[in-house]
């Protein structure tokens, strides 16, 4: 029986017949199944790549090789490994050797190839490469070259642990369009100096980078758009990228795993996950990112978490996820964002939870997330604060907002604005609450209350709060401040359904708009008087009067049973108008506040009258009365009157004079002597009375009916 490494020798020996001893060594391994390794030699020994070639790919020699392959360890290789378009039957071990000018594995077929801690000098051109097993270039393995994988087919894994690629400014790793069955490993202290594409490869496992090091300073270090990964993407545990990462428009079955990663590309963006779509969840954990980390439109079915990580894009934007769909909750607790935070139309499945957070954008914008759908509550609290404006207009929030403890720092400008949001719980500005700049609620729609207890709102040039047109289901609590508010309060057009206030918590004089403010009624601690709310509504400017303010008062007060100081704020809401009239005005206003109290104390008519009647009887009681008149029903006029005459009664004559609608039979039977001195001033006094009496007496009535309250 014939010795197979001899066979294969003796046919190695006719194809070359200049074989080297290690050649030979290699022959015969091969044959065997064994290594031929070479570490143990003081100098690695030189080998043809030509007698490589031919051992792993030439059908005279492989047919006598051993299944498990050639293997070769410690050794120089040179001249250029030519396995183009070649079949390789059995698996290509190479571990510490040295390839003096590259490897064209292009279009070839092996059943597997194991690169481990050597180097390969050029390039290695492996595009349409198709492997059966799995591929490795690991365990320090160094290319300093391009490496070409493009629609490579892998069909085990694709293991790059530990090793370096090497082709700074161009290309160190190109797999596009690779399709690897298992999983794709270029972790631990695996390092590219150059950029790796695997835009458009598709991974049947994950794709793990843990460790990693991709470096292609301004420039993208690893772009990966439209990959598809079964698994999971592992971005983290000291994975570093100097240039961009790019995974826009991929698939990932699993989570995106980026904790602890490092992402620097200071002049652009440092991690971009536009429209991208991943089953699981997304963690940007204690992340450091230098540059924009970018989610437009990216689809996440889990949760988005953020939370420890830095973001800084000074001036600019640091995260961006504008459009995108988070099924989870969207947490950025203990998150330093020096820069833009956008969610732009954003949809949160969760909770938006920014506790702790410090969001640093100067003179712009720190949050925005205009016109985001958040099903949970957005949490801006315990601890956070923005440097810039924080923004929510037309956000719709499913739980409440808020914002306890945090600080909104943006002074002479807005410091919150989330006009025409639609927050179905409540909005909590309490508690530690500061706002260094203008609060906007213009417009919004809350379920529930609106808390400022024990809140601090500073915009001494401007706008401290303003709630114009808001509606709010619940009650506004505005007490319990421990400093006033500085600068102006705007509740125009606002609607609450309580309002629960302090005299402490009342800006400045001139300081409050109140016009169309609606509430239907006082809570808590509010003061109820009329004496205590007029103060209030007195806050305003005198250049926006408004009779409103007062009628919604005194309408509350009514409701809650108080007439009186319902009454009270009605008069005063007409002296209040009458400072306000042209002079020609003003003496019948002052008239109506004296006589009747413009109709809401029309028992001054009546005291009015009662007044008249004691100063008439006072006067006729005070002259000779029975001098100055005559009996009217005798003949001759003013002769004397017969037994059982009307008697006449001084008091009963003064009120017949001041009520001529009474009969008194004191006028009808007697008249002023128009004879007498005495008699003629008794008739012009008479005139005058029964002029008077029929003034208040319309009055009263008038008071009474209530023709002249207009509330």
């Known amino acids: 029986m014939t010795d197979p490494a001899e066979d294969l020798l003796e ?16 022959v015969r391994k091969a044959a065997s199944g064994e290594v031929a390794d070479f570490a143990g030699e003081d100098e690695k020994p030189t080998l043809r790549a030509e007698v490589l070639a031919w051992l792993a790919a030439d059908p005279a020699a492989t047919e006598h090789v051993h299944h498990k392959g050639v293997q070769l360890g410690g050794a120089n290789i040179e001249g250029t490994l030519d396995l183009n378009h070649a079949d390789l039957p059995h698996p290509l071990v190479l571990v510490n050797c040295v390839v003096e000018k590259g490897i064209n594995l292009r279009h070839a077929r092996a059943r597997a190839v194991h690169l481990v801690d050597g180097t390969v000098t050029g390039e290695i051109l492996a595009e349409g490469l198709h492997v059966e097993g799995s591929l490795f270039f690991r365990n320090g393995f160094h290319a300093k070259g391009g490496v070409r994988l493009l629609g490579a087919e892998i069909g085990g894994e694709f293991n790059c642990t530990g090793s370096r690629f090497e082709n700074p400014k161009g290309i160190a790793l190109n797999a596009e369009r690779m399709r690897v069955r298992g999983t794709v490993f270029l972790n631990e202290k695996f390092h590219a100096e150059g950029e790796v594409r695997l835009d458009s490869a598709e991974v049947g496992g994950e794709l793990v980078c843990n460790g990693g090091r991709f470096e292609n300073p301004g420039r993208t270090a690893l772009w990966a758009d439209g990959a598809r990964v079964q698994g999971s993407v592992f971005l983290r545990d000291r994975f570093a990228a100097e240039g961009e990462v790019r995974l826009v428009g991929s698939e990932v079955g699993g989570n995106l795993e980026c904790t602890g990663g490092t992402f620097k590309n200071s002049d652009g963006d440092a991690l971009s996950f536009d429209v991208a779509r991943v089953r699981g969840n997304v963690f940007l954990r204690n992340v450091v990112a230098k540059g924009v980390v970018r989610l437009l439109r990216a689809e996440v079915g889990g949760i988005l978490g953020c939370e420890g990580g830095r973001f800084e894009n000074a001036g600019g934007n640091a995260l961006r996820a504008d459009g995108a769909r988070i099924g ?9 964002a020096k820069g833009v935070v956008r969610l732009l139309g954003a949809e949160v499945g969760g909770n938006l939870d920014c506790n702790g957070a410090k969001f640093d954008n100067p003179g712009g914008n720190a949050l925005s997330a205009d016109g985001a759908r ?10 956070f604060v923005a440097k810039g404006v924080v923004r929510l207009p037309g956000a719709v929030v499913g739980g409440d907002l808020a914002c306890a403890r945090g600080k909104f720092e943006n002074p002479h400008g807005d410091a919150l604005v989330a006009n025409r949001a639609r927050v179905r719980g409540t909005i909590f500005l309490r508690n530690g609450f ?31 709060l303003d709630l114009g047109g808001a509606q709010v289901a619940g009650a506004l609590h505005l007490h319990d401040f421990s400093e006033r508010i500085a600068g102006r309060v705007s509740l125009r057009s606002a609607a609450v359904g309580e309002l629960a206030d302090d005299a402490n918590s009342w800006p400045e004089p001139g300081e409050l708009a109140l016009d169309g403010f609606t509430y239907n009624h006082l809570a808590g601690k509010a003061p109820r008087s009329a004496e205590q709310r007029l103060k209030w509504i007195a806050r305003q400017s005198r250049d926006e009067f408004s009779t409103q303010p007062y009628e919604q008062l005194a309408k509350v007060l009514r409701r809650m049973g108080l007439e009186h100081e319902a009454r009270r704020v009605a008069i005063a809401k007409q002296q209040a108008l009458r400072a306000r009239f042209p002079l020609w005005r003003l003496p019948w206003s002052l008239f109506l506040d004296v006589t009747i109290g413009y109709g809401y104390r029309p028992w001054r008519a009546v005291l009015w009258l009662i007044g008249l009647w004691v100063i008439g009887w006072a006067y006729l009681h005070g002259i000779d009365f029975s001098g100055a008149v005559c009996a009217t029903k005798v003949s001759p006029y003013c002769g004397s009157t017969p037994t059982g005459y009307p008697e006449l009664v001084p008091t009963r004559y003064a009120l017949d004079m001041l009520l001529p609608f009474l009969d008194l039979s004191q006028q009808i039977y007697w008249e002023p002597d128009p004879t007498s001195h005495l008699g003629a001033k008794l008739g012009r006094l008479q005139w005058l009375y029964t002029g ?3 003034l208040f007496s319309i009055l009263a009535a008038v008071g009474f009916s209530g023709i002249l309250r207009k509330d």
């Open 328 to 336: 989870g909750e969207f947490l950025l607790r203990n998150v330093v």
């Open 434 to 464: 500061v706002a260094e700049g203008a609060v906007r609620l213009l417009g919004a729609e809350v379920g529930g209350d609106i808390e400022c207890t024990n809140g601090k709102f500073h915009d001494p040039e401007g706008d401290a």
């Open 692 to 694: 008077l009496g029929w």
């Open 11 to 26: 046919r190695a020996k006719a194809r070359f017949p200049d074989l080297t001893a290690p050649e030979e060594m290699l």
């Open 374 to 383: 958040i099903r949970g509550d957005v949490l801006l609290r315990n601890g």
